[in-house]
């Protein structure tokens, strides 16, 4: 069986040790050379940007977020043996671990590491899918003849690279669809590398739980147990044509996924679904003059994200969750695509306008989605406010300042309230 050390990749028979350097980690499987689809996802990748940037920090539990009203964006392995888990709000994080350290997120260098892994993706394949700063697709077929070696040697120097080089962990999941790769790469976190073959792939499935299919959340999750549905052996039991009735396309791909198919390919340039920022307040508010700061505020973050992407948004959408949790959430299509601050404030601040419910709030979103190429966006101006080419021109020349200066080089009074 054809073997792999992670350390030194040499490439040996199956053994419990590298018999070049002693290593016990060791990945071995019957296809291991012969599979080619991917999925790195980083080990608590904010967390450990910022036990690598603070070395004080490296044994201490940490949680990436907000303050005490807001949530978890990550914490680190340590935190996490406590039960502390992204999304969760803070308070509740540090109950259950109130000895961890909170950091507030530094989201362009979480940006500029991910940069680098990408080029180091990059390197070795262009079919490189992101998922997210901290997690992509990659697809290695043919690569082999290139690389001098299999995908799965080439995918353990990508994290030892990673690990060498930028001081970021990361696990892999080798096999032969997304699906499944997906799946495999969170079989053995962190500094994992785990592979699903063709030929155990039913077995593999067999008793595990539906809800690791990709998408199947709480509401998913009870309408399948509903009908008797718990396991991926359960969901095979299923007449496709039955699947279909009771759950419309989802019940096709269901069918599929029971039995480890999926189709999809790595595409390198699937497109984003929107762009948005939020915030969550440290204490609930209701005063109209401090919510409409944050909604420019958040307009222009959103604005500065679009325009470094060069795309735009023809829906602007506002997010809105009352003291008791509740989400609001309003959204108006534009008449074309907008990149540009002050129109995406406009919208959200007349759509704030709409809301009856006058507060207090807890969290504020902005967003935009329906993206496209930002080349025909913001063209023809709004023809019942004749300012707005006026207002766009001088978007642009703050824009053009800001990028020579500093982006404090101008502000809004309005972001000031």
Known sequence: MPALCRDCLARFDTGARCPSCRSPRVLSHPE?????????????????????????????????????????????????????????????????CPEAVVVKGRMETYAAVSRQIRAMMEEMTPAVEPLSLDEAFLDLTGTAKLHG??????????????????GITGSIGLSHNKF??????????????????????????????????????????????????????????????????????????????????????????????????????????ADR???????????EKVS???????????????????????????????????QMADGIYRTARRL??????????????VGISELSPASGADASGDLLDPQALRRAGAERATDRIRERFGHDAIVKGRSLR
């Not at 992407?309 to 907008?338: F, M, N, Q, Y």
């Not at 704030?352 to 979103?365: C, I």
């Open 180 to 285: 499944l790769a997906k799946l495999a790469s969170d079989l053995d976190k962190p500094r994992g590398f785990s592979v699903i073959g063709e030929a155990e792939t039913l077995d593999f499935l067999e008793n595990r739980p539906v809800s690791l299919i990709w998408g199947v959340g709480a509401t998913g999750r009870a309408a399948l147990e509903r009908a008797g549905i718990r396991t991926f052996a359960d969901l095979r039991r299923w007449d496709r044509r039955d699947l279909h009735s009771r759950f419309g396309s989802m019940g096709e791909r269901l069918w599929h996924l029971s039995r480890g198919e999926d189709h999809r390919r790595v595409s390198p340039n699937a497109p984003a679904k929107g762009i948005s920022n939020e915030t969550t307040f440290s204490e609930d508010t």
């Open 149 to 166: 070696a299999p995908p799965a040697v080439m995918l353990a120097r990508l994290v030892k690279r990673m690990q060498d080089e930028l």
């Open 32 to 96: 291991l050379c012969d599979l080619s689809i991917a999925h790195m996802d980083c080990d608590a990748f904010y967390a450990s940007v910022e036990k690598r940037d603070n070395p004080e920090l490296r044994d201490k539990p940490v949680i990436v977020g907000g303050g005490r009203r807001g949530v978890v964006s990550t914490a680190c392995y340590v935190a996490r043996i406590k039960g502390v888990r992204s999304a969760m709000p803070m308070f509740k994080a540090l109950q259950l």
């Open 352 to 365: 704030f306008d709409q809301v009856t419910y006058t507060g207090p709030y807890r969290l504020l979103g």
């Open 289 to 299: 003059d401090i919510l409409d700061g944050h909604i420019w505020r958040l307009a």
């Open 304 to 338: 500065d994200r679009a325009k470094a992407k060069g795309i735009a948004g023809r829906v602007v959408i506002l997010k809105l969750k009352r003291a008791d949790h509740s989400l609001l959430s309003r959204r108006l299509s534009l008449h074309e695509p907008t």
